[in-house]
């Protein structure tokens, strides 16, 4: 048994983050300042997309968006149950109604096919989530977008970083949101971003980041004086600080180094557990590339006699963090008593049942790696049938 604990994920930060947010403390803003423009150019570069804007987390950057695409009482949005509630409350805060199509048995991702299934008159949008950073079979689903005039959001907080076919995912679709939460591939503690190539939702982003207010002349209705500001719309206070967009600037020097070795952990488990009958590894798709945010397998309960709560017990007695991800949205509490109870996504159901998130982490030493590997094979070769 390992001596210390490993968890499934943890930021790493090194000197040169903590002297660019010392540097922003000795200066004279702490928010709304020059860092915030600095990270947005920043990342909008980093992942190919015109606009980016910074926002204070992942679910206010979801919120954000679905405002933005005017989501509103009586719009029906799809998504995939295998994802964070975020992905399904923003439509919610927004008076919109999350519909689930149920995932790809390969991918986890949401099947393009069941998409289509769930539109109606009242769809408005699509959030593909690209989970655990394999991104979404995105031609179909602008295809389906196109056939039906839908906005495309895509919940990228799993995937900073991942290319489909070449393009990086930040420059595809209307709009694609990020987290930057400690167990994401960067981090700014808490904190979010937006991007779009489209210059209307972006000024609607900006508005909404903060209350809707303007001071821009070309777009108030009155002009009193040099003090003077209007709100245009209902915006939130959702900015990030410059405390937080410094640290975003500094990670993001580092956000290939990082991915880097995401991947090269990914690859030490798949070639480790490829004769590993009694699992599943994650699958690969052709001409993309994930960015690892999360390593997960899957059981072959039927070759094994216990069930994944056994297993998940027996390998967090060897002091190794694995997580599940995820519940279906539908079955959390909240949405069975708020008119869930009928839903059925049958793949997303059994998945459930089947999945752990092995620990993956760019600061994860190769010992720690091996210790996941020998403990994984251990506990699965004692309960083979
Ligand atoms: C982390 C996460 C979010 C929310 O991000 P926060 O920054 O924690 O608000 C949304 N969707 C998915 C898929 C996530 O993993």
């Known amino acids: 048994m390992r001596e210390t604990y490993l968890p499934y994920g943890k930021q790493w930060l090194d000197e040169d983050d903590i002297k660019a947010v010392v540097d922003v403390l000795q200066s004279d803003y702490l928010t709304t300042g020059p860092k915030i423009a600095e990270f947005e150019k920043a990342f909008a570069q980093c992942v190919d997309a015109k606009f980016a804007v910074a926002i204070s987390n992942g679910t206010a950057a979801l919120h954000a968006a679905c405002y933005a695409a005017g989501i509103t009482v009586g719009d029906e949005v799809i998504t995939s149950p295998i994802t964070f509630a975020a992905s399904a409350n923003a439509v919610l805060y927004c008076g919109g109604t999350p519909v689930f199509a149920d995932i790809d048995t390969a991918t986890y991702n949401i099947d393009p096919q069941e998409i289509r299934k769930k539109i109606t008159d009242k769809t408005k949008a699509i959030i593909p989530v690209h989970f655990s950073g394999q991104p979404c079979d995105m031609d179909e689903i602008e295809r389906i977008a196109k056939e039906y005039n839908l906005i495309v959001i895509e919940d990228a907080a799993h995937a900073v970083g991942a290319d489909y076919k070449g393009k990086l995912i930040g420059g595809i679709s209307d709009m694609t949101t990020f987290s930057f939460h400690p167990v994401k591939h960067i981090t700014t503690g808490e904190g979010g971003m937006i991007t779009t190539n489209n210059e209307d939702i972006y000024q609607k982003l900006l508005l909404f980041r903060s209350h809707g207010i303007t001071r821009d002349k070309d777009r108030m209705l009155d002009q009193q004086g040099p003090w003077y500001y209007e709100q245009l719309e209902l915006g939130y206070n959702y900015r990030m600080t410059d405390i937080q967009a410094a640290l975003g600037l500094s990670q993001l020097n580092k956000a290939d180094k990082f991915l880097h070795r995401r991947r090269e952990i990914a690859d030490m488990y798949t070639e480790a557990f490829k004769d590993t009958t009694a699992l599943r590894v994650p699958f690969q798709q052709n ?44 079955k959390h509490p909240y949405y069975q008593q708020n008119g869930y109870r009928e839903v059925k996504c049958l793949h997303s159901e059994n998945l459930y049942e089947r999945i752990i998130s092995l620990p993956i982490f760019p600061k994860m030493t190769n010992q720690d790696i091996d210790d996941v590997i020998t403990s994984v094979k251990t506990i699965l070769e004692r309960n083979e049938k």
């Open 287 to 330: 001409g993309c590339n994930s960015s690892w945010h999360l390593y997960v397998i899957q059981l072959n309960l039927e070759r094994l006699s216990f069930d994944r709560k056994k297993f998940f017990e027996a390998i967090h007695r060897e002091n190794i963090g694995v997580n599940v991800h995820y519940l279906p949205v539908y």
